[in-house]
Protein backbone atom coordinates (compact mmCIF):
# COMPACT_ATOMS: atom_id res chain seq x y z
CA UNK A 1 0.00 0.00 0.00
CA UNK A 2 1.81 3.31 -0.61
CA UNK A 3 2.27 5.84 2.60
CA UNK A 4 0.47 8.64 0.72
CA UNK A 5 -3.06 9.65 -0.72
CA UNK A 6 -3.48 10.18 -4.44
CA UNK A 7 -4.36 13.97 -5.14
CA UNK A 8 -8.20 12.53 -6.39
CA UNK A 9 -8.75 10.63 -3.14
CA UNK A 10 -7.79 14.18 -1.10
CA UNK A 11 -9.66 16.14 -3.14
CA UNK A 12 -12.88 13.74 -3.20
CA UNK A 13 -12.79 14.48 0.85
CA UNK A 14 -12.26 18.00 0.77
CA UNK A 15 -15.45 18.44 -1.18
CA UNK A 16 -17.38 16.36 1.11
CA UNK A 17 -15.84 18.29 3.59
CA UNK A 18 -16.90 21.20 2.41
CA UNK A 19 -20.78 20.34 1.89
CA UNK A 20 -23.14 21.96 3.95
CA UNK A 21 -25.65 20.89 6.89
CA UNK A 22 -25.12 17.55 6.69
CA UNK A 23 -23.12 14.46 8.38
CA UNK A 24 -19.73 15.40 8.16
CA UNK A 25 -18.31 12.41 10.23
CA UNK A 26 -17.33 9.87 7.74
CA UNK A 27 -15.30 12.24 5.56
CA UNK A 28 -13.52 13.78 8.78
CA UNK A 29 -12.66 9.91 9.28
CA UNK A 30 -11.21 9.79 5.86
CA UNK A 31 -9.62 13.15 6.53
CA UNK A 32 -8.07 12.00 9.89
CA UNK A 33 -6.61 8.66 8.11
CA UNK A 34 -4.97 10.24 5.37
CA UNK A 35 -3.22 13.17 7.30
CA UNK A 36 -2.13 11.05 9.73
CA UNK A 37 -0.54 8.51 7.15
CA UNK A 38 0.74 11.94 5.19
CA UNK A 39 2.31 13.08 8.82
CA UNK A 40 4.04 9.53 9.62
CA UNK A 41 5.25 9.36 5.78
CA UNK A 42 7.07 13.09 5.87
CA UNK A 43 7.74 13.38 9.80
CA UNK A 44 6.00 16.22 10.18
CA UNK A 45 3.01 18.98 9.06
CA UNK A 46 4.97 21.11 6.64
CA UNK A 47 5.85 19.12 4.07
CA UNK A 48 2.28 18.73 3.95
CA UNK A 49 1.50 22.13 3.20
CA UNK A 50 3.56 22.58 -0.36
CA UNK A 51 0.82 19.64 -1.39
CA UNK A 52 -2.12 22.62 -2.28
CA UNK A 53 -4.99 19.50 -2.07
CA UNK A 54 -3.42 18.31 1.93
CA UNK A 55 -3.12 22.32 2.62
CA UNK A 56 -6.98 22.25 2.02
CA UNK A 57 -7.70 18.95 3.22
CA UNK A 58 -5.56 20.08 6.95
CA UNK A 59 -7.40 23.71 6.52
CA UNK A 60 -11.11 21.40 6.67
CA UNK A 61 -10.06 19.11 8.97
CA UNK A 62 -8.55 21.80 11.90
CA UNK A 63 -11.93 23.59 11.70
CA UNK A 64 -14.62 20.90 11.53
CA UNK A 65 -12.87 17.99 13.11
CA UNK A 66 -11.30 16.58 16.25
CA UNK A 67 -7.71 15.29 16.32
CA UNK A 68 -7.97 11.81 18.17
CA UNK A 69 -4.83 10.20 16.19
CA UNK A 70 -2.05 10.37 18.61
CA UNK A 71 0.69 10.96 15.72
CA UNK A 72 -1.28 13.14 14.51
CA UNK A 73 -1.90 15.17 17.68
CA UNK A 74 2.05 15.05 18.15
CA UNK A 75 2.82 16.29 14.61
CA UNK A 76 -0.11 19.68 15.06
CA UNK A 77 1.65 20.16 18.52
CA UNK A 78 5.56 20.76 17.28
CA UNK A 79 3.93 22.29 13.96
CA UNK A 80 2.10 25.03 16.61
CA UNK A 81 5.00 25.46 18.81
CA UNK A 82 6.86 26.03 15.73
CA UNK A 83 4.76 28.43 14.54
CA UNK A 84 5.44 30.25 18.25
CA UNK A 85 8.78 30.84 16.91
CA UNK A 86 8.50 31.52 13.67
CA UNK A 87 4.79 32.44 12.17
CA UNK A 88 5.44 30.98 8.75
CA UNK A 89 2.69 29.55 7.59
CA UNK A 90 -0.48 31.21 5.55
CA UNK A 91 -2.63 32.90 8.22
CA UNK A 92 -5.83 30.97 7.15
CA UNK A 93 -4.07 27.76 8.48
CA UNK A 94 -2.97 29.08 11.52
CA UNK A 95 -6.92 30.49 11.79
CA UNK A 96 -7.67 26.60 11.42
CA UNK A 97 -5.33 25.26 14.03
CA UNK A 98 -6.64 28.40 16.28
CA UNK A 99 -10.39 27.05 15.70
CA UNK A 100 -8.91 23.58 16.25
CA UNK A 101 -7.30 24.24 19.73
CA UNK A 102 -10.18 26.66 20.79
CA UNK A 103 -12.94 23.65 20.28
CA UNK A 104 -10.80 21.23 21.69
CA UNK A 105 -9.79 23.64 24.95
CA UNK A 106 -6.52 23.70 23.73
CA UNK A 107 -6.11 19.79 25.29
CA UNK A 108 -2.60 19.70 23.25
CA UNK A 109 0.31 19.74 25.73
CA UNK A 110 1.90 22.81 26.02
CA UNK A 111 5.99 22.59 27.15
CA UNK A 112 7.48 25.41 29.78
CA UNK A 113 9.41 26.96 26.68
CA UNK A 114 6.16 27.01 24.61
CA UNK A 115 4.34 28.81 27.65
CA UNK A 116 7.30 31.28 28.13
CA UNK A 117 6.85 32.66 24.36
CA UNK A 118 3.35 33.27 24.71
CA UNK A 119 3.07 36.30 27.32
CA UNK A 120 6.41 38.25 25.44
CA UNK A 121 4.17 37.63 22.14
CA UNK A 122 0.96 38.74 24.20
CA UNK A 123 3.11 41.97 25.18
CA UNK A 124 3.92 42.45 21.22
CA UNK A 125 0.35 42.01 20.16
CA UNK A 126 -0.55 45.01 23.08
CA UNK A 127 1.79 47.57 21.94
CA UNK A 128 0.12 47.31 18.52
CA UNK A 129 2.90 45.22 16.73
CA UNK A 130 2.73 41.51 15.58
CA UNK A 131 0.69 40.59 12.77
CA UNK A 132 -2.29 39.12 11.44
CA UNK A 133 -0.79 35.38 11.82
CA UNK A 134 0.85 35.73 14.82
CA UNK A 135 -2.24 37.16 16.16
CA UNK A 136 -3.79 33.81 14.97
CA UNK A 137 -0.56 31.58 16.35
CA UNK A 138 -1.15 33.46 20.10
CA UNK A 139 -5.27 31.68 19.63
CA UNK A 140 -3.81 28.98 18.98
CA UNK A 141 -2.64 28.71 22.95
CA UNK A 142 -5.52 30.98 24.33
CA UNK A 143 -8.90 32.06 23.99
CA UNK A 144 -9.22 35.88 23.09
CA UNK A 145 -11.62 36.73 25.17
CA UNK A 146 -10.33 39.39 27.07
CA UNK A 147 -7.87 40.44 25.01
CA UNK A 148 -8.08 44.07 24.12
CA UNK A 149 -5.82 44.16 21.29
CA UNK A 150 -7.24 40.96 19.59
CA UNK A 151 -10.63 44.33 17.97
CA UNK A 152 -7.44 45.44 15.91
CA UNK A 153 -7.90 42.04 14.33
CA UNK A 154 -11.83 41.49 14.14
CA UNK A 155 -12.17 41.63 10.43
CA UNK A 156 -9.02 39.69 9.08
CA UNK A 157 -9.43 37.41 12.17
CA UNK A 158 -13.36 37.21 11.94
CA UNK A 159 -13.97 33.41 12.76
CA UNK A 160 -11.92 33.74 15.52
CA UNK A 161 -13.95 36.36 16.70
CA UNK A 162 -17.00 35.07 16.47
CA UNK A 163 -15.97 32.07 18.08
CA UNK A 164 -13.37 33.24 21.07
CA UNK A 165 -15.41 36.65 21.79
CA UNK A 166 -18.91 37.23 20.41
CA UNK A 167 -20.40 33.38 20.57
CA UNK A 168 -19.20 33.16 24.46
CA UNK A 169 -20.61 36.62 24.97
CA UNK A 170 -23.82 35.49 23.50
CA UNK A 171 -23.85 32.98 26.13
CA UNK A 172 -23.03 35.18 29.18
CA UNK A 173 -26.14 37.00 27.77
CA UNK A 174 -28.38 33.99 27.58
CA UNK A 175 -27.16 32.72 31.24
CA UNK A 176 -28.79 35.45 32.19
CA UNK A 177 -32.34 34.32 30.89
CA UNK A 178 -32.41 30.50 32.04
CA UNK A 179 -35.66 30.05 34.40
CA UNK A 180 -34.41 27.97 37.81
CA UNK A 181 -37.59 26.00 38.39
CA UNK A 182 -36.26 23.64 41.48
CA UNK A 183 -33.47 24.63 44.48
CA UNK A 184 -30.62 22.38 43.99
CA UNK A 185 -29.21 21.59 47.65
CA UNK A 186 -27.72 17.72 47.81
CA UNK A 187 -24.56 18.11 48.36
CA UNK A 188 -23.69 15.95 45.20
CA UNK A 189 -25.78 17.78 43.18
CA UNK A 190 -23.97 21.08 44.31
CA UNK A 191 -20.62 19.25 43.22
CA UNK A 192 -21.98 17.42 40.01
CA UNK A 193 -23.34 20.99 39.36
CA UNK A 194 -19.52 23.28 40.07
CA UNK A 195 -17.91 20.91 37.41
CA UNK A 196 -20.37 21.40 34.73
CA UNK A 197 -20.00 25.44 35.25
CA UNK A 198 -16.44 24.97 34.95
CA UNK A 199 -16.46 21.91 32.03
CA UNK A 200 -19.95 21.88 29.71
CA UNK A 201 -20.13 18.83 28.57
CA UNK A 202 -19.91 18.04 25.37
CA UNK A 203 -18.79 21.41 23.51
CA UNK A 204 -20.13 20.09 20.51
CA UNK A 205 -19.88 22.27 17.22
CA UNK A 206 -22.14 20.05 14.53
CA UNK A 207 -25.23 18.12 15.35
CA UNK A 208 -24.04 15.65 12.33
CA UNK A 209 -27.70 14.79 11.39
CA UNK A 210 -28.63 15.03 7.72
CA UNK A 211 -31.67 17.19 8.04
CA UNK A 212 -33.34 15.95 5.21
CA UNK A 213 -32.62 12.46 6.47
CA UNK A 214 -33.99 13.05 10.11
CA UNK A 215 -35.79 9.99 11.03
CA UNK A 216 -39.33 9.51 11.37
CA UNK A 217 -41.15 10.93 14.31
CA UNK A 218 -42.96 8.80 16.70
CA UNK A 219 -45.72 8.92 18.37
CA UNK A 220 -48.60 11.19 18.03
CA UNK A 221 -47.32 15.10 17.70
CA UNK A 222 -48.41 17.31 19.96
CA UNK A 223 -46.52 15.17 22.83
CA UNK A 224 -44.43 17.11 26.16
CA UNK A 225 -41.16 15.74 26.19
CA UNK A 226 -38.72 16.32 29.12
CA UNK A 227 -35.34 16.25 28.55
CA UNK A 228 -33.44 15.81 31.99
CA UNK A 229 -29.74 16.45 32.87
CA UNK A 230 -29.72 17.89 28.85
CA UNK A 231 -26.31 19.04 28.92
CA UNK A 232 -25.29 21.43 26.33
CA UNK A 233 -28.15 20.72 24.18
CA UNK A 234 -27.13 18.07 21.53
CA UNK A 235 -30.01 15.60 22.27
CA UNK A 236 -32.76 17.88 23.27
CA UNK A 237 -31.79 20.05 19.38
CA UNK A 238 -31.65 16.91 17.28
CA UNK A 239 -34.93 15.26 18.93
CA UNK A 240 -36.90 18.87 18.72
CA UNK A 241 -35.64 19.49 15.01
CA UNK A 242 -36.85 15.64 14.33
CA UNK A 243 -40.47 16.47 15.36
CA UNK A 244 -41.42 20.32 15.48
CA UNK A 245 -44.86 20.05 16.55
CA UNK A 246 -43.72 18.41 19.78
CA UNK A 247 -42.56 20.60 22.82
CA UNK A 248 -39.27 20.35 24.91
CA UNK A 249 -38.41 21.20 28.17
CA UNK A 250 -34.36 20.60 28.79
CA UNK A 251 -33.35 20.10 32.48
CA UNK A 252 -29.95 20.49 33.20
CA UNK A 253 -27.78 21.56 36.45
CA UNK A 254 -25.43 23.67 34.80
CA UNK A 255 -26.36 27.10 33.90
CA UNK A 256 -23.39 27.07 31.98
CA UNK A 257 -24.59 24.48 29.88
CA UNK A 258 -27.82 25.36 29.25
CA UNK A 259 -26.44 29.16 28.08
CA UNK A 260 -24.10 26.72 25.36
CA UNK A 261 -27.62 24.79 23.97
CA UNK A 262 -29.74 28.03 24.06
CA UNK A 263 -27.02 29.27 21.94
CA UNK A 264 -27.05 26.32 19.38
CA UNK A 265 -30.72 26.26 19.44
CA UNK A 266 -31.00 30.13 18.62
CA UNK A 267 -28.25 29.26 15.61
CA UNK A 268 -30.14 26.28 14.56
CA UNK A 269 -33.61 28.04 14.17
CA UNK A 270 -34.75 25.52 16.73
CA UNK A 271 -38.05 27.23 18.58
CA UNK A 272 -39.79 24.13 20.67
CA UNK A 273 -37.34 23.84 23.54
CA UNK A 274 -37.80 25.68 26.90
CA UNK A 275 -34.53 25.46 28.78
CA UNK A 276 -34.88 25.23 32.40
CA UNK A 277 -32.05 24.85 35.53
CA UNK A 278 -32.84 22.46 38.31
CA UNK A 279 -32.08 19.03 40.11
CA UNK A 280 -33.79 15.91 38.98
CA UNK A 281 -34.09 14.69 42.44
CA UNK A 282 -36.29 18.00 42.97
CA UNK A 283 -38.55 17.58 40.18
CA UNK A 284 -41.95 17.39 42.41
CA UNK A 285 -41.10 20.99 42.62
CA UNK A 286 -41.34 21.87 39.17
CA UNK A 287 -44.97 20.72 39.00
CA UNK A 288 -45.11 19.38 35.72
CA UNK A 289 -46.02 16.41 33.58
CA UNK A 290 -44.80 14.67 30.25
CA UNK A 291 -45.45 12.22 28.08
CA UNK A 292 -41.88 11.17 27.33
CA UNK A 293 -39.01 11.13 29.48
CA UNK A 294 -35.84 11.20 28.47
CA UNK A 295 -31.82 11.14 30.20
CA UNK A 296 -29.19 10.26 28.94
CA UNK A 297 -25.60 9.40 30.52
CA UNK A 298 -27.14 11.64 33.94
CA UNK A 299 -28.41 9.01 36.46
CA UNK A 300 -24.97 7.52 36.56
CA UNK A 301 -23.48 10.64 37.92
CA UNK A 302 -26.21 11.29 41.33
CA UNK A 303 -25.20 10.27 44.91
CA UNK A 304 -28.57 7.58 44.77
CA UNK A 305 -29.66 7.09 41.41
CA UNK A 306 -32.46 5.15 42.37
CA UNK A 307 -33.81 8.12 44.00
CA UNK A 308 -33.72 10.53 40.63
CA UNK A 309 -34.83 8.02 38.65
CA UNK A 310 -38.01 7.36 41.02
CA UNK A 311 -37.79 11.49 40.78
CA UNK A 312 -38.20 10.99 37.07
CA UNK A 313 -41.09 8.70 37.77
CA UNK A 314 -43.08 11.73 39.02
CA UNK A 315 -42.92 13.56 36.35
CA UNK A 316 -44.06 11.18 33.95
CA UNK A 317 -47.79 12.17 32.72
CA UNK A 318 -50.05 8.49 33.31
CA UNK A 319 -48.89 6.40 30.34
CA UNK A 320 -46.08 7.50 29.45
CA UNK A 321 -42.07 6.58 28.46
CA UNK A 322 -39.41 6.60 29.97
CA UNK A 323 -35.82 6.24 28.75
CA UNK A 324 -32.39 6.14 30.07
CA UNK A 325 -28.64 5.52 29.11
CA UNK A 326 -26.69 4.58 32.25
CA UNK A 327 -22.95 3.81 32.07
CA UNK A 328 -21.58 0.18 31.84
CA UNK A 329 -18.26 -1.44 33.05
CA UNK A 330 -15.50 -0.07 31.48
CA UNK A 331 -11.92 -1.80 31.93
CA UNK A 332 -10.34 1.59 30.03
CA UNK A 333 -12.08 4.20 32.36
CA UNK A 334 -11.26 2.33 35.64
CA UNK A 335 -7.71 1.78 34.78
CA UNK A 336 -7.83 5.71 33.77
CA UNK A 337 -9.23 6.68 37.06
CA UNK A 338 -6.46 4.54 38.68
CA UNK A 339 -3.64 6.11 36.91
CA UNK A 340 -5.10 9.93 37.85
CA UNK A 341 -5.81 9.22 41.21
CA UNK A 342 -1.83 7.13 41.64
CA UNK A 343 -0.39 10.17 40.03
CA UNK A 344 -2.45 12.65 42.21
CA UNK A 345 -4.10 15.15 39.26
CA UNK A 346 -6.13 17.62 39.54
CA UNK A 347 -9.40 18.50 37.49
CA UNK A 348 -7.69 21.12 36.03
CA UNK A 349 -6.51 22.11 32.34
CA UNK A 350 -2.57 21.20 33.93
CA UNK A 351 -3.82 18.27 35.05
CA UNK A 352 -6.05 16.69 32.65
CA UNK A 353 -3.32 17.76 30.17
CA UNK A 354 -0.33 15.92 32.11
CA UNK A 355 -3.17 12.61 32.26
CA UNK A 356 -3.31 12.52 28.70
CA UNK A 357 0.51 12.86 28.33
CA UNK A 358 0.65 10.01 30.71
CA UNK A 359 -1.77 7.71 28.56
CA UNK A 360 -0.03 8.68 25.39
CA UNK A 361 3.32 7.44 26.95
CA UNK A 362 1.68 4.21 28.01
CA UNK A 363 2.37 0.58 26.34
CA UNK A 364 -0.04 -0.55 23.80
CA UNK A 365 -1.15 -3.63 26.52
CA UNK A 366 -1.60 -1.15 29.66
CA UNK A 367 -5.55 -1.06 29.95
CA UNK A 368 -5.84 2.37 29.90
CA UNK A 369 -3.59 2.96 26.67
CA UNK A 370 -7.28 2.07 25.15
CA UNK A 371 -8.52 6.16 26.22
CA UNK A 372 -6.87 7.33 23.26
CA UNK A 373 -9.39 5.51 21.19
CA UNK A 374 -12.64 7.22 23.15
CA UNK A 375 -13.81 10.37 21.49
CA UNK A 376 -13.92 12.50 25.06
CA UNK A 377 -9.91 11.59 25.34
CA UNK A 378 -9.25 14.08 23.51
CA UNK A 379 -10.79 17.77 24.57
CA UNK A 380 -10.55 18.92 27.80
CA UNK A 381 -14.34 18.90 28.91
CA UNK A 382 -14.63 15.41 28.14
CA UNK A 383 -11.65 14.46 29.28
CA UNK A 384 -12.60 15.50 33.07
CA UNK A 385 -16.33 13.90 32.34
CA UNK A 386 -14.29 10.46 31.53
CA UNK A 387 -11.54 10.39 33.87
CA UNK A 388 -12.17 12.95 36.46
CA UNK A 389 -15.55 13.31 37.51
CA UNK A 390 -16.90 13.97 40.85
CA UNK A 391 -19.32 11.45 41.12
CA UNK A 392 -19.97 8.19 38.94
CA UNK A 393 -21.62 4.91 39.15
CA UNK A 394 -21.05 1.64 36.56
CA UNK A 395 -23.43 -1.14 36.08
CA UNK A 396 -23.82 -4.75 35.24
CA UNK A 397 -27.11 -5.54 33.60
CA UNK A 398 -28.53 -7.00 36.81
CA UNK A 399 -27.54 -4.04 38.52
CA UNK A 400 -29.21 -1.71 36.44
CA UNK A 401 -32.45 -3.90 36.46
CA UNK A 402 -31.92 -3.88 40.54
CA UNK A 403 -31.69 -0.07 40.73
CA UNK A 404 -34.68 0.31 38.37
CA UNK A 405 -36.45 -1.84 40.38
CA UNK A 406 -35.84 -0.04 43.67
CA UNK A 407 -37.22 2.88 41.94
CA UNK A 408 -40.43 1.16 40.62
CA UNK A 409 -39.35 0.04 37.39
CA UNK A 410 -38.45 -3.04 35.24
CA UNK A 411 -36.60 -2.97 32.55
CA UNK A 412 -39.26 -3.33 29.38
CA UNK A 413 -36.69 -3.10 26.21
CA UNK A 414 -32.91 -3.00 25.47
CA UNK A 415 -31.82 -0.25 22.60
CA UNK A 416 -28.15 -2.05 21.49
CA UNK A 417 -26.26 -1.12 17.54
CA UNK A 418 -26.70 -3.31 14.85
CA UNK A 419 -22.88 -4.92 15.70
CA UNK A 420 -24.12 -6.29 19.20
CA UNK A 421 -27.61 -6.90 17.52
CA UNK A 422 -25.78 -9.47 15.09
CA UNK A 423 -23.64 -10.81 17.95
CA UNK A 424 -26.54 -11.39 19.45
CA UNK A 425 -28.75 -13.23 16.81
CA UNK A 426 -25.72 -15.37 16.24
CA UNK A 427 -25.53 -16.43 19.62
CA UNK A 428 -29.27 -16.27 20.72
CA UNK A 429 -30.83 -16.78 17.73
CA UNK A 430 -34.57 -18.05 19.50
CA UNK A 431 -34.10 -14.87 21.93
CA UNK A 432 -35.69 -11.20 21.36
CA UNK A 433 -32.74 -8.85 21.73
CA UNK A 434 -35.62 -6.28 22.90
CA UNK A 435 -36.61 -7.92 25.96
CA UNK A 436 -34.22 -10.79 27.17
CA UNK A 437 -32.02 -9.30 29.84
CA UNK A 438 -30.37 -13.04 30.68
CA UNK A 439 -29.26 -13.64 27.20
CA UNK A 440 -27.41 -10.04 27.50
CA UNK A 441 -26.20 -10.80 30.50
CA UNK A 442 -24.86 -14.05 29.32
CA UNK A 443 -23.17 -12.87 25.91
CA UNK A 444 -21.78 -10.21 28.26
CA UNK A 445 -20.02 -12.58 30.13
CA UNK A 446 -18.51 -14.06 26.91
CA UNK A 447 -17.83 -10.32 25.18
CA UNK A 448 -16.89 -7.89 28.49
CA UNK A 449 -18.49 -4.55 27.53
CA UNK A 450 -20.14 -5.10 23.91
CA UNK A 451 -23.21 -2.70 24.89
CA UNK A 452 -20.65 0.05 25.91
CA UNK A 453 -20.50 3.20 26.58
CA UNK A 454 -24.04 2.78 27.87
CA UNK A 455 -27.32 0.63 28.45
CA UNK A 456 -29.92 2.56 26.85
CA UNK A 457 -32.74 1.35 28.31
CA UNK A 458 -36.91 2.13 28.10
CA UNK A 459 -38.47 1.19 31.34
CA UNK A 460 -41.97 0.39 32.83
CA UNK A 461 -43.35 0.83 36.12
CA UNK A 462 -43.60 -2.85 38.26
C1 LIG B 1 -22.41 13.65 30.98
S1 LIG B 1 -23.43 14.99 30.85
C2 LIG B 1 -24.59 14.41 29.65
C3 LIG B 1 -25.28 15.52 28.92
C4 LIG B 1 -26.26 15.06 27.84
N1 LIG B 1 -27.36 14.32 28.36
C5 LIG B 1 -25.56 14.27 26.77
O1 LIG B 1 -25.77 13.08 26.66
O2 LIG B 1 -24.77 14.87 26.02
C6 LIG B 1 -24.37 14.93 32.34
C7 LIG B 1 -25.30 16.14 32.53
O3 LIG B 1 -26.24 15.82 33.54
C8 LIG B 1 -26.42 16.96 34.35
N2 LIG B 1 -26.85 16.49 35.68
C9 LIG B 1 -26.16 15.67 36.53
N3 LIG B 1 -26.87 15.47 37.65
C10 LIG B 1 -28.03 16.17 37.50
C11 LIG B 1 -29.16 16.39 38.32
N4 LIG B 1 -29.23 15.86 39.56
N5 LIG B 1 -30.17 17.14 37.86
C12 LIG B 1 -30.09 17.72 36.63
N6 LIG B 1 -29.04 17.56 35.80
C13 LIG B 1 -28.02 16.80 36.23
C14 LIG B 1 -25.05 17.62 34.39
O4 LIG B 1 -25.14 18.98 34.75
C15 LIG B 1 -24.56 17.38 32.97
O5 LIG B 1 -24.88 18.44 32.11
Redesign the pocket.
Known amino acids: MSDTASPTLVRKVVLALRQRDCDLRPALSAAQRILAQEVQAAGAIQPLLGREELRDLLELFLIHGRTMKPALEAALTRWRAHLLAVADAPAALVTALAVHCFNNEYVFTESAAETMLVDPLRGRLNAGEGTVTEAAVFAAYRPLAGEAWATRFAESLEVLHRIHIEEPAREAVLRRSVARVTP?A?A??LD??R??EQN???R?QRLDVDRARMPARTGAPGRRVL??????G??PLTMALAAPEDSFWA????AA?LAYAMRKAEEAGVGNITFVQ????ELAKFDATFDAVV?????H??DDPAR?LAALGTALAPGGSLKI?VYTQSVAVDAGIALRREHGLPPTPEGIRGFRELVCALPGGHPAARLTAFEDFHATSECR?LVFHVKEHRYTLPRLADMCATAGFRIARVYAGAAPLARFAARFPDADPDTDLAAWSALEGEEPEILAPMYRVSLARI
Open positions: VDISVQQYPYPWIAGCGTKQLDLSSGDILSSGVLHLGED
